[in-house]
């Protein structure tokens, strides 16, 4: 069994997607995380209707909004 | 009595179905969860109106979206 | 004087209607709940304007989404 | 000065009328409630657009969706 | 300084007005309030983009769609 | 570093500018708040697509609904 | 490993980014925040659709409506 934040420890320095609701999305690798699922990513994508919209060196994404994260 | 938990613990290792808000559904292998209902699956599809439009090795899906989940 | 939770107690092994928001609902056999009114229901349909659309075995309904529940 | 829910309690087996949102309306006895003002029901008519849509011997409405209830 | 919830005690048995979400308000006399912002108004009429469109002995309105009360 | 409850502290007695989701503004001598963000505020007008659509001596405005304000 | 408020308390004095739900954005140098992303911007700018709306000498940010923060 494995639970969702231990998922996320595992994930960090790699490479994730984040799925938002409003149709956006993040790509980048993860720094960090909070039990909120508030995320740090660095060399963050911003991803809109399936297109890079904004690239930011790092972002802190708010866990609210999230749908999925992948990892 | 089955406490809401105690069924997702029993539906670890295998397939379940989880709606979410705004016609999302994934499906995939129960890996783990906790009591907000985040949910980790492995070999996961996205379904968005009856299609399948994403196949992920593994996702972190908040429980905060879910409508349902069924093992 | 009857606690909500109270009378779901009461309503376990018998057949509820859950509606949710967004024009959803649940009917089946109460298995389960917890204290934040996330239920398990067991030969679970889904109704959607007045149709059922879905036949389950089981499923966890999030209390969260619950407008009403009639035992 | 009177508490939300004392002025609840002293409704207890009487009428009340509860506007939810989404210009949904249940009336009917008030069997029971709790902190989060879940409210028990009975002999409650469901009121949508100032018409009678549906009976049911008994209802659990989840607090989180009330606008107001008058008793 | 006034803690909002003193300014709220001040107004116990004076005429209050509450805007809420969805364009409704509410004109009565205070006549309770809780930590939430949950009140008890009595003669209370609601009104709906600016015409009385009912009026109740006594209602509980739910401090969660409260926008501001004014004393 | 200036915690935000520290510069609400330091505005007590002048005006601010309080925006609203839904479009909607107040302005206003800050005569407290709570650490939910409700703000007390006197000679508040509202302000409905940058004009003013109402002038009340005091009001309570509920945190949820701020987006920010500005001191 | 960066927790989320680390890389928040590392951008004190620096410019930052912030996007909120509803296609709100500001920008300005972080003053301060607290543990639920409440923050403080000084020398701060609306941006709407991409076009500068509104310069400020402070504001307070709630955190409920913030999507990313980006220092």
């Known amino acids: 069994m494995l639970k969702p934040l231990a998922v996320l420890n595992k994930a ?3 490479q994730v997607i ?5 149709k956006r999305g993040y790509r980048g690798t993860l720094d960090g995380y909070d039990p909120h699922m ?4 660095r060399n ?3 991803i809109l209707d399936a297109k ?4 930011m060196d790092a972002i802190i994404v708010r866990g609210d909004n999230v749908i999925y994260i992948s990892p």
């Open 44 to 46: 963050a994508e911003e």
């Open 18 to 22: 984040v799925e938002l609701k409003g």
């Open 12 to 14: 960090i320095n790699q």
């Open 38 to 41: 508030n995320l740090v990513l």
């Open 52 to 55: 890079v919209t904004r690239k």
